[in-house]
């Protein structure tokens, strides 16, 4: 029962993306052919299903910002139970240096923002609602410059102003945003360094299975946006994830990487239209190699 | 004296940067004479052609085949995945040399830096929420009106819509941000 219900809401969180709109329409309109009346009575459901996938739709858009706040901590200290922080000041202040130069790009810079690079060979990068920004050490690594660095940090960043954990936090929960809320209550509401465990488990879930795919494409979009306000090289997420390509997918460190994005190669195609406007620009951003590999490369 | 020679061999990897790659075109895709999309169109490459990168401006590597020289779209190129055998003997310095003559290559580190692993399915299934390093991430933070110090100055740039096919084209994007 708990499975079905739990398919159910899957099923309806599935729906709020555009498609699916589109999908009842021509769905609906189908059985309709069929009806007799103007007032058949599937199509009266269809209007209150549409407005339904709305509500949900404007609900996670609108949702209290402090919660989206409290709920980013949890997840935040989550993905920190399972790695530290790289012990390395001057790295992590760079780390938050340039990215709050990123995020100063967005409607969203008076967020709590925080970067830091986790001391995990893994190569991954993650990021938590209102603002909490992960970057493993093996993913830094692999980086060759600033530009680099921003456009992963700027794709993170695009998950958090769109909200798309809190989207797939909520279908996760089997009541929904309404059950994520109650669960961040109860955290705040408990005492200090009290998680509540549902909320770590459903946190994990999250990071485990990753965000929806398209939610993935439209970061990869917005990221390359955000990174080029800034003054970074668009192509930048190019080189990444042609590196990443580039990589054995096999390899240990992209386990978890590859179970939760689409594969890089499927990326860099979907970007290529996206890209097209920056094509023919003269001037050339700089890569800021120079200030990257100071942070970065003496730890080789 | 480990870091002096890590800090030689970094800035003899970073000079060779620009070294050939191997590639090859990830879908049929026009070769240009220049890196403009209204240059002159030299031939068409198939997919799967393979390549040699030779250097990269913009959204552009300009490469070369068998025959022909020329500039192709960065998102058509893939570079030629490396082989498990060589990354998994890689940890000598012999070896690590070798890899600098064909361009840095840093990802061969991944798979042979000593594991702190920590975000493995499993370990993030175990993992216990540590609310002190949450804490601890605040002394890092750098503040909303921070100067920047990049140097690099912001533009304006819209988002796009959809696939990014509707995006506004009208404007260059570099020559957006006079002041």
């Not at chain 1, 709020?16 to 007799?36: E, H, K, P, R, V």
């Not at chain 2, 026009?30 to 390549?51: C, G, R, Y």
């Not at chain 2, 310095?93 to 990802?107: N, P, Q, W």
């Amino acid at each position: 029962m708990k499975y079905l219900l739990r398919l159910a809401q899957l099923f309806f969180i599935i729906s709020i993306s555009s498609i699916a709109l589109n999908t009842y329409a021509i769905g609906f309109g189908g059985f309709s052919l069929g009806g007799d009346t103007e007032e058949d009575s599937n199509n009266f459901d269809i209007s209150e299903v549409i407005d339904g996938v709305k509500d949900i739709s404007r609900t996670i858009t609108g949702i209290d910002e402090a919660a989206e706040i409290e709920i980013g901590r949890d997840a935040a200290a989550v993905l920190l139970g399972a790695s530290k922080p790289v012990n390395d000041p001057e790295l992590q202040r760079y780390i938050n240096k340039v990215g709050r130069w990123v995020v100063n790009q967005t409607n969203r810079s008076h967020l709590p923002w925080r970067f830091a690079v986790l001391s995990s060979t893994h190569l991954n990068a993650f990021a938590t609602p209102g603002g909490n920004i992960f970057i493993t050490d093996g993913l830094l690594r692999t980086l060759n410059s600033e530009a680099e660095l921003a456009a992963v940090l700027a794709h993170e960043v695009a998950h958090v102003i769109k909200k798309h954990h809190i989207k797939a936090m909520s279908s996760i929960n089997t009541s929904g945003l309404s059950g994520v809320l109650k669960l961040a209550g109860q955290t705040r509401g408990g005492q200090d360094n009290f998680i509540a465990k549902e909320m770590v488990g459903q946190v994990k879930d999250m990071y485990l299975r990753g965000l929806d795919k398209d939610d993935e494409f439209e970061a990869d979009r917005m990221g390359v946006v955000i990174a080029s306000r800034a003054g970074y090289d668009p192509f930048a997420l190019v080189t990444v994830l042609q590196t990443l390509d580039s990589i054995n997918p096999e390899s240990s460190g992209l386990e978890l990487l590859y179970k939760t994005h689409p594969p890089a190669g499927d990326r860099l195609d979907r970007l290529d239209p996206a890209l097209e406007q920056f094509d023919d620009s003269v001037e050339e951003p700089p890569l800021l190699e120079q200030r990257f590999n100071k942070y970065v490369a003496r730890r080789l | 004296m480990k870091n002096l020679f890590s800090l030689i061999l970094f800035c003899t990897t970073s000079l060779l940067f620009a070294a050939d790659k191997a590639a090859t075109i990830s879908r049929d895709t026009d070769l240009f004479s220049k890196p403009f999309k209204d240059a002159e169109i030299i031939t068409e490459l198939s997919a799967k052609s393979a390549i040699t990168i030779l250097k990269r401006k913009g959204g552009w590597y300009e490469i070369k085949t068998n025959e022909e020289q020329g500039w192709v779209r960065l998102t058509h190129v893939r570079l030629v995945r490396k082989n498990k055998d060589k990354q998994d003997n890689n940890s000598s310095v012999g070896e690590a040399l070798s890899s600098l003559a064909t361009g840095r290559d840093k990802s061969n580190q991944v798979t042979t830096a000593t594991a702190v692993k920590g975000l493995s399915e499993e370990e993030l299934s175990n993992a216990e929420p540590d609310i002190d390093a949450l804490n601890a991430l605040d002394n890092f933070a750098i503040d909303e009106n921070t100067n920047n110090e990049s140097g690099l100055a912001s533009r304006n740039i819209d988002y796009l819509e959809g696939d990014g096919t509707t995006a506004k084209t009208e404007q260059t994007p570099y020559s957006e941000d006079e002041e």
